[in-house]
């Protein structure tokens, strides 16, 4: 192990912006890693320093709004961004810097770090990072070395943006807390395992990542440096980007991308560009008008990064439209330079409608409690509201007369009902005009519900299969099915829609092989004997690949239980043989891995031992056997090695005998999670026959005597166009 500087960052995230300032005491060589996280799509994000520690996103953390751009949020349970471990990122000197936003206090949860933190700062622990003091909204900046612990702290709060910065020289410790030193002393150091990742919005632990921060991180710095405080003033007012060549695009908009403009007109501002003079203004309310610069969405050109609108004399000057979506382009300018105009992102703004929006329960909810008080966010210039509640949708949808209401919160006069569909309405009155409100819907528990897949759900298999919970007293359920939302919505028995009636016990239906990338609805009515009660209509969207395996349906269960779906029962390995190294899934619950995944909660662990043998595991297809439906032409999965694993080749064989290698004949030691990409053709086997898929180490039927042993992780094998 090296000895090293080491930070431990807790629960915060942060985001950065650029203005182009000097960084002079920044040498480039000292740029370790930049991380912007403003992708705001995919599963990686770059590393903007051009030292090619790009971080791949594990779990699936969220793209949100940050301090500057876009942001990463982590949801607090196995969601981080895994940046590698190249030698290039161990050094005895350092500074982090980056914005955070912590969503609540939390225990000991790591923002950013390089090793596992241990109760009681344990001596001999291997740890660098930030971190959340546990429950506190606190900061906490700590070392380990191999003889003691060392921490400092900075207060903090909850759900607002803050910049954070630590820096180590190898005795010295400082943090910082928005641009003010909040803590400083000396006397630190720690022993690091250069094996451990560069983790964002985890703990990096051997192989994994644990202690998973709950908030957002934005504009990550890694500098082999100490950052002065000049330096942490320029970076946390003008961004990250200025050490990477600058930031040309406008960005932080206002109103913010995508949120509300609460009035009629209003001024439009924006961060510039680190090069522009002026400013070229877009505004329309068409997105593909604006996106191509159609001329009658020109506004003008700018000195000053301020638009006014809706007033006489300026765009709009009847003043913005409730209810209407307005976009918004700026192109940054500067004749002088050749690159000039810059193009900018497209960002858009609503006036909230006149109407009610945003019901509390949301549309569509499922096991209301009896209790629930109704609310909503009320309508543009809106003073009073009526609410209508029934379980008849014509009814509802047809009152009249009701009693106006001062707040934007409704409480009924007694307990919903059980196992009830209700549905509900807000009228808006603005003097002297009432503005009808849309008709919303709810259930209360014991109506039929918990729908698989879920309400809303994308992503699904084409070949999925429709469940639901019956109501509790009904004696059947009526189904209806189907790719128009209203053609559902109002079917009848005698519609084309309707599936048919469902026993008790048999509340599932497999609707055949759907379309990809396809928006289906479905309906389920509950039979009583003496009546019939019109289910809510829920949607599903298909994914756009054919799923081979995500690992996701495989549990713990053991034989000779049916229900029983063991991963290695179905990816049959090794196991009781001298002939195959492979040994696929956890010896003891739970048998797939869940710290170490890629997309969902579960991925295949797969341990190889090639001394004198190649290691093999197969999975026998049910569906997907024809690997030309749909037009597929594309095998992706996702693979993750290990620095420490024996060096070998991975590859992939289709019923036994097609075989394709991965590109870099040490695949084992990739770090981080990699996507590989086959071209089917690549296989040169019958494609409308593939019966079985196997994932191999080694040389296929060629052992090596000498072969090695390590771990390694599959996840998301699908078939795409």
Same mark, same amino acid.
């Given at each position: 192990m090296t000895r090293l500087s080491i930070i431990c960052i807790g629960s915060i995230a942060i985001g950065l912006a650029f203005a182009g300032q000097s960084y002079a005491q920044i040498d480039a060589e000292d740029v370790l890693g930049i991380w912007l996280l403003d992708e705001g799509t995919g599963d990686t994000t770059e590393d903007a320093s051009g030292n090619g520690n790009d971080g791949t996103l594990m779990g699936a953390p969220d793209w949100v709004a940050g301090n500057s751009g876009e942001a990463l949020g982590f949801r607090g349970a196995a969601t981080y961004v895994d940046c590698g471990n190249a030698e290039a990122l161990n050094v005895e000197v350092f500074s982090v810097s980056f914005w955070c936003n912590i969503a609540a206090t939390q225990g000991w949860n790591h923002m950013i770090s390089r090793g596992s933190h241990v109760a009681s700062g344990t001596p001999g622990s291997v740890n660098w990072g930030v971190m959340m003091v546990n429950t506190e909204a606190i900061v906490l900046f700590e070392t380990f070395n191999d003889t003691g612990w060392t921490g400092i702290r900075a207060t903090s709060t909850v759900g607002e943006w803050h910049h954070v910065v630590a820096t180590f020289d190898g005795d010295t410790m400082q943090l910082y807390h928005d641009g003010v030193l909040a803590s400083s002393t000396s006397g630190a150091g720690v022993l690091l395992d250069p094996s451990r990742a560069f983790v964002i919005g985890a703990r990096s632990d051997s192989g994994g990542a644990g202690g998973f921060f709950n908030g957002s991180i934005d504009e990550v710095g890694y500098f082999g440096t100490i950052l002065s405080l000049e330096d942490v003033e320029v970076i946390m007012n003008d961004g990250l980007a200025g050490i990477t060549g600058g930031r040309p695009l406008a960005r932080r908009?206002?109103?913010?991308?995508?949120?509300?403009?609460?009035?009629?007109?209003?001024?439009?501002?924006?961060?510039?560009?680190?090069?522009?003079?002026?400013?070229?203004?877009?505004?329309?309310?068409?997105?593909?008008?604006?996106?191509?610069?159609? =001329?009658?969405?020109?506004?003008?050109?700018?000195?000053?990064?301020?638009?006014?609108? +809706?007033? /006489?004399?300026?765009?709009?000057?009847? +003043?913005?439209?409730?209810? $209407?979506?307005?976009?918004?382009?700026?192109?940054?300018?500067?004749? /002088?330079?050749?690159?000039?105009?810059?193009?900018?992102?497209?960002?858009?703004?609503?006036?909230?409608?006149?109407?009610?929006?945003?019901?509390?329960?949301?549309?569509?909810?499922?096991?209301?409690?009896?209790?629930?008080?109704?609310?909503?966010?009320?309508?543009?210039?809106?003073?009073?509201?009526?609410?209508?509640?029934?379980?008849?949708?014509?009814?509802?949808?047809?009152?009249?007369?009701?009693?106006?209401?001062?707040? /934007?919160?409704?409480?009924?006069?007694?307990?919903?009902?059980?196992?009830?569909?209700?549905?509900?309405?807000?009228?808006?009155?603005?003097?002297?005009?009432?503005?009808?409100?849309?008709?919303?819907?709810?259930?209360?528990?014991?109506?039929?519900?918990?729908?698989?897949?879920?309400?809303? =759900?994308?992503?699904?298999?084409?070949?999925?299969?429709?469940?639901?919970?019956?109501?509790? $007293?009904?004696?059947?359920?009526?189904?209806?099915?189907?790719?128009?939302?209203?053609?559902?919505?109002?079917?009848?028995? /005698?519609?084309?829609?309707?599936?048919?009636?469902?026993?008790?016990?048999?509340?599932?239906?497999?609707?055949?092989?759907?379309?990809?990338?396809?928006?289906?609805?479905?309906?389920?009515?509950?039979?009583?004997?003496?009546?019939?009660?019109?289910?809510?209509?829920?949607?599903?969207?298909?994914a756009d690949f054919l799923l081979v395996d995500d690992f996701e349906s495989y549990n713990d269960i053991d034989p000779p239980d049916d229900a029983s779906n063991r991963i290695f029962d179905k990816w049959i390995d090794g196991f009781g043989t001298t002939t195959n190294g492979a040994l696929v899934g956890n010896d003891l619950p739970p048998y797939a891995e869940q710290t170490i995944v890629h997309g969902g909660a579960q991925s295949m662990i797969y341990r190889y031992d090639n001394a004198g043998r190649t290691s093999e595991a197969t999975l026998t297809l049910v569906w997907p056997r024809d690997w030309t439906q749909e037009g597929v032409t594309k095998l992706r999965l996702w693979v993750r090695g290990d620095g420490a694993n024996a060096a070998d080749r991975v590859y992939i064989s289709l019923n036994g005998t097609a075989v394709v290698y991965h590109d870099d004949a040490s695949a084992t030691q990739l770090s981080g999670w990699n996507e590989w990409v086959i071209d089917l053709a690549a296989f040169d086997v019958d494609l409308t026959n593939v019966n079985t898929i196997t994932i191999g180490v080694g040389t296929k039927n060629a052992p090596a005597p000498g072969g090695g042993a390590g771990t390694m992780y599959f996840d998301d094998i699908r078939l795409y166009r």
């Open positions: 908009p206002d109103p913010e991308d995508g949120g509300f403009l609460e009035q009629t007109w209003g001024t439009l501002s924006w961060s510039p560009g680190d090069f522009a003079v002026s400013h070229d203004v877009y505004l329309g309310e068409n997105f593909d008008d604006v996106n191509d610069g159609a =001329a009658d969405t020109f506004v003008g050109n700018v000195t000053q990064p301020t638009q006014i609108i +809706g007033f /006489a004399g300026f765009p709009f000057p009847n +003043g913005l439209v409730p209810g $209407t979506t307005y976009y918004w382009r700026i192109d940054e300018v500067n004749d /002088a330079d050749p690159n000039s105009p810059w193009q900018g992102d497209v960002w858009s703004f609503s006036i909230p409608p006149k109407t009610a929006y945003s019901p509390d329960p949301i549309d569509g909810a499922g096991f209301v409690d009896l209790d629930a008080a109704l609310s909503w966010t009320p309508g543009f210039g809106a003073k009073l509201h009526t609410v209508y509640i029934g379980d008849s949708f014509e009814d509802v949808n047809n009152a009249a007369g009701g009693v106006p209401w001062a707040t /934007a919160t409704y409480k009924p006069s007694s307990p919903l009902e059980p196992e009830k569909v209700y549905y509900w309405r807000v009228d808006e009155f603005d003097p002297p005009v009432t503005h009808k409100g849309d008709i919303w819907s709810f259930t209360t528990p014991g109506a039929v519900g918990n729908p698989q897949p879920a309400n809303g =759900a994308t992503g699904v298999s084409m070949v999925a299969t429709l469940n639901w919970t019956p109501a509790d $007293t009904a004696a059947s359920s009526d189904l209806y099915f189907g790719a128009d939302a209203d053609a559902v919505k109002n079917a009848s028995a /005698a519609s084309p829609e309707y599936i048919g009636n469902k026993a008790l016990g048999s509340e599932n239906h497999d609707p055949g092989k759907l379309v990809l990338g396809a928006t289906y609805y479905w309906r389920v009515d509950a039979v009583y004997p003496d009546k019939t009660v019109k289910g809510l209509l829920w949607s599903l969207t298909t």
